[in-house]
């Protein structure tokens, strides 16, 4: 039936923001039921075998997360019943928790490195930078392992002229650019010790390039995911997908991270505040810390918007946005964001590719919307179990 009106589209962890909502609620009801404190619960019931294919994860510290993430949250002082915290101004206190988890995949890449005489560094590997630092990423392993010249390092991604490209998205930039960076570095190093066969010339390797004449040296590499054949290559430079993951061939690979929220809901309107969140990830490996807690600040508000902010308002008569420009569709500002806390486990994969990284771009919203609800509930005594929550459902 043809209808006047655009397809759902994306937003940012699809399918696992909303199924988290749903799953972690239940889990929270649960913990209330059985008189057990929500945190208590969770890490009594780990798994270590993916359900679906029978295989072990790669690695899970979803535990660590939810330990290391009541320590600083302070989840020891709360008192476990609804309708229990008062602020001294009469606010409703409540405290919530949730677990989040994301498929970590890879993609496969095809990556040039050239460093010249003249000072210049080159670096081209597919990829896309939307501001979640793939940039920063590549430099800080390249800089890590060839002393190169900073300033005059260029990173080539998202140009089909420097390298094939895919599509970045699914939490695979870092996965698709990094092992394929320090497998660059490695295949570097090896030719300028072969090119210098034991000589050594003081200067950084510009400097040693041009002692030896060499106007320049390039090596290009290839990655695959584990399991993938040279098919998967042959895809990436046709243009076609070369995703794999996260279930492989004998392991499932995922990224997880738990959320703990203070909500604030005033007495007689009641407006929910969020003063303050702690978010702990296990995404493997941080390779650019600064950037990677950048993207878990950035997930947490984006499900604060969810959980209390965002709703498309659709004509029923004609099915048309009615809602379809900042003025009205409602996200969250500056002034709605407390203190948010990141920390990482930082323990690397040791299947998932060479370097132990996993995914953390979308993982970092999953599990927040519903920590906030769950917050909710036990400030008030009010299980909601729709988004968003609004002051009318609270009244």
């Not at 599509?167 to 695979?172: P, Q």
């Amino acid at each position: 039936m043809r209808l006047d009106r655009q397809h759902p589209g994306w937003m940012r962890a699809p399918h696992p923001q909303a199924a988290c909502f749903a799953f972690e609620s239940a889990v929270d009801e649960l913990a209330y039921k059985l008189g057990r404190d929500p945190v208590a619960l969770r890490l009594a019931n780990d798994g270590r075998i993916d359900p679906r294919t029978g295989h072990p994860y790669s690695s899970r510290f979803l535990n660590e997360c939810l330990d290391e993430g009541a320590r600083r949250f302070g989840w020891s002082r709360p008192t476990p019943e609804p309708r229990s915290m008062t602020a001294s101004d009469g606010s409703l206190v409540g405290w919530g928790v949730a677990c989040g988890a994301y498929p970590s995949m890879m993609v496969a890449a095809v990556a040039t490195l050239r460093i010249g005489a003249d000072g210049r560094t080159r670096f081209a590997v597919p990829g896309h930078e939307m501001g979640q630092g793939i940039r920063t990423a590549i430099a800080a392993v390249l800089l890590e392992g060839l002393d190169i010249d900073p300033d005059r390092l260029e990173i080539a991604i998202g140009d089909t002229t420097a390298a094939p490209q895919h599509m970045t998205a699914g939490s695979w930039g870092t996965a698709g650019v990094v092992p394929a960076a320090a497998k660059a570095v490695a295949r570097m190093r090896k030719a300028i010790a072969d090119l210098l066969a034991g000589r050594r010339i003081a200067g950084n390797l510009h400097r040693q390039l041009a002692t030896v004449r060499r106007p320049f040296l390039q090596i290009e590499v290839s990655e695959l995911a584990p399991g993938q054949g040279p098919e998967a290559l042959q895809s990436l430079r046709q243009g076609g997908f070369a995703v794999a993951g996260p279930e492989y061939t004998n392991f499932t690979t995922m990224s997880y991270i738990a959320h703990f929220v203070e909500v604030r809901i005033e007495p007689n309107t009641p407006r929910i505040r969020v003063p303050r969140v702690v978010s702990i990830a296990d995404c493997g490996r941080v390779i650019s810390p600064r950037t990677a807690a950048s993207q878990v600040r950035g997930g947490v508000v984006w499900a604060f918007s969810a959980a209390l902010r965002e709703a498309t308002e659709i004509d029923p008569r004609c099915g048309g946005y009615l809602n379809n420009d900042l003025a009205d569709y409602v996200v969250a500002v500056n002034a709605d964001i407390g203190e948010i806390d990141v920390g990482f486990i930082d323990q690397p994969d040791p299947l998932a590719n060479s370097i132990g990284l996993k995914g953390l771009g979308e993982v970092a919203m999953v599990g927040a919307s519903p920590a906030i609800a769950n917050a909710i509930f036990h400030a008030t005594g009010r299980r909601l179990r729709h988004m968003p929550i609004r002051i009318e459902h609270l009244l």
